[in-house]
């Protein structure tokens, strides 16, 4: 594999060991990493550094692009490795940790980690270590699965470790569209003026001298576990793709819609797969992360192109599409994450954004990312890149979590990620609620009759009422507006006797 997939001689010689990479790696440095929501992370010499920590203990802040697989973040935990991590991830062992204090966590908009590094706001990286697919001729590094923030790092970085995988299609070639932004404050505009649009080299374009390291490895990405799509997905399905119908019937979208964002997890993968028996045509997408749902979109025909920051599969939606890659090559790109999440970009092409919500409230703020406002989830990921910048940003959740017991719509969300000037359609699977161009008072009612379950409607409403009666442009009970995160505490449930 080595002369094909690293075809400048000069570089052949740098091929060594995992062990031998992770060598470079010091106690106190900033290493970026390749991986984006568990799509083409490095998978060897992470496991390297983890297994050296318990005789030559080190630690050192990780960036990424998102979460990664292979239990990558688990392991560096569990041999206490990491110092701080940042922007994204969704690992129990390391969520622990970070509830604990272990480790610290910085929860960034996906969009803003290598601005920050390249305007020197952060620590710059250290070592780079990146997954490819090859290295060109010119010694240009080819990732793999993913783009997110490799081409930053690798090309920030005082040194690279290449991670060759084999396993990964060399037809993956192509398939990227690497543009780094200028500097500002006299940078020109980003000319991606569709999601198709294609602006830059199939390739990280390194100086050859700083790749230090090759390791040769084989180990595929981690599958996706998604749940298969449920009821209450369908329905909360169901009411997006009626509501969107009606804008189409109104004039304000054609059947094509706009390109469409869609985030992490179970609930906006099955809201996608809806789509696949929707009325709309020639779709297409401006998104993150590409999951099964975009794979069937395209094979029905209803999706034309998609363009993301990486591809996260489950194992036989990934087994039946890597092998055929090719076919699908003239209708995917993956780009750095900056780019996938530009604010210019979504703002430009009016990107329909659905991500999902924790929790939401009553006049339509919403919590990505905090459990009882204290303990983290994941992070924001590329939710507030979207929701801040689209054309409408809709959040869906399914009314109730654990068993009913909690009501995911809430007098008073505990952590506001996205605030109510960001948020404009809430769905749950008894309805949606149209915020747009509504005052708080108006989002109050139409949240609480449409999105909340009716096991808490009359405790929302009776909230609500008191609220009122004390005025304000946004009414609450202070004093109780966390009172049903209180009584889950001390209930089990959120419902008041
Ligand atoms: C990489 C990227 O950035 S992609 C772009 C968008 N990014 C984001 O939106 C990041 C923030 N979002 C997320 O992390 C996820 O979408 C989540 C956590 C909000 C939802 O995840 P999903 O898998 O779609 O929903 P799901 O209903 O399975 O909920 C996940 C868990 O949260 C729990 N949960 C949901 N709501 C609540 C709540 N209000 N309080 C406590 N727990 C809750 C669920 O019970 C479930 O727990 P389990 O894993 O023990 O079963």
């Given at each position: 594999m080595?002369?094909?997939?690293i075809r ?11 062990d031998?990479?992770?060598s ?10 390749s ?22 203990p080190?630690k ?7 979460s990664?697989g292979?239990?990558?973040?688990k ?28 480790v610290?966590f ?10 920050f590094?390249?305007?020197h706001?952060?620590k ?34 005082k040194?690279?470790?290449?991670e060759?995988n084999?396993?990964?299609?060399a ?6 569209d ?9 940078r ?5 003026v ?19 390291a ?6 595929f990405?981690s599958?996706?576990s ?21 804008e189409?019937?109104q004039?304000r979208?054609?059947?094509s ?29 401006y ?37 055929h890659?090719?076919?699908y090559?003239?209708?995917l ?19 329909i ?5 924790l929790?939401c409230?009553i006049y ?9 406002g ?20 809709i ?15 809430v007098?008073?969300v ?6 109510e000037?960001?948020?404009?359609i ?5 309805g949606l609620?149209?915020?747009?161009a509504?005052?708080?008072?108006e989002?109050a ?8 379950d009716?096991a ?20 609450h ?7 049903w995160?209180?009584?889950r ?9």
């Amino acid at each position: 594999m080595s002369k094909d997939r690293i075809r400048r001689p000069s570089l052949l010689s740098k091929v060594v060991s995992a062990d031998q990479a992770a060598s470079l790696i010091h106690d106190g440095m900033t290493v970026g990493m390749s991986g984006f929501t568990r799509a083409g992370e490095a998978k060897a010499v992470p496991l390297a550094l983890a297994a050296r920590n318990a005789a030559h203990p080190i630690k050192i802040t990780l960036l990424t692009g998102a979460s990664l697989g292979n239990n990558i973040d688990k392991l560096l935990t569990e041999a206490g490795v990491l110092a701080r991590r940042l922007p994204f991830q969704s690992d129990a062992t390391l969520r622990n940790a970070i509830n604990q204090g272990d480790v610290l966590f910085i929860d960034q908009h996906l969009s803003e980690t290598v601005e920050f590094l390249r305007s020197h706001q952060m620590k710059p990286v250290d070592v780079a270590i990146i997954e490819a697919v090859a290295i060109t001729e010119d010694g240009g590094i080819v990732p793999t699965t993913s783009v997110g923030n490799s081409a930053s790092f690798a090309l920030s970085a005082k040194q690279i470790i290449v991670e060759l995988n084999s396993s990964h299609a060399a037809e993956l070639e192509g398939l990227h569209d690497i543009y780094i932004p200028g500097k500002r404050p006299l940078r020109d505009s980003i000319p991606v003026v569709a999601s198709n649009s294609r602006i830059g080299t199939h390739a990280i374009p390194v100086n050859p001298d700083n790749i230090a390291a090759i390791v040769l490895t084989d180990k595929f990405d981690s599958p996706a576990s998604l749940a298969a799509p449920d009821s209450e997905t369908i329905a909360i399905a169901a009411h997006l793709t009626d509501f969107l119908s009606n804008e189409v019937k109104q004039g304000r979208l054609s059947n094509s819609l706009n390109p469409l964002q869609a985030g992490i997890g179970n609930i906006a993968n099955s809201v996608l797969y809806g789509l696949v028996h929707s009325p709309f045509e020639q779709l297409t997408m401006y998104s993150e992360v590409l999951q099964d749902s975009t794979v069937a979109l395209l094979d029905s025909g209803k999706l034309v192109f998609a363009s993301g920051a990486s591809m996260t599969l489950s194992q036989p939606v990934a087994d039946a599409f890597f092998p055929h890659i090719a076919k699908y090559k003239d209708r995917l790109v993956l780009r750095p994450q900056e780019i996938s999440n530009h604010p210019e970009i979504i703002r430009r092409l009016g990107i329909i954004a659905i991500n999902t919500a924790l929790e939401c409230d009553i006049y339509g703020n919403v919590n990505s990312t905090h459990v009882n406002g204290t303990h983290m989830m994941n992070g924001i990921g590329g939710s507030g890149d979207f929701a801040r910048n689209a054309y409408m940003a809709i959040f869906v959740a399914k009314s109730t979590a654990k068993d009913g017991a909690i009501s995911t719509v809430v007098p008073m969300v505990t952590h506001c990620d996205h605030n109510e000037h960001d948020v404009d359609i809430l769905v749950t699977e008894h309805g949606l609620a149209d915020l747009r161009a509504l005052a708080p008072r108006e989002r109050a009612k139409i949240v609480i009759n449409n999105c909340v379950d009716p096991a808490y409607r009359d405790q929302a409403l009776d909230y609500h009422n008191r609220a009122l009666a004390r005025g304000g442009q946004t009414p609450h009970v202070l004093e109780e507006a966390f009172s049903w995160h209180q009584q889950r505490a001390k209930t089990g449930s959120m419902r008041l006797s």
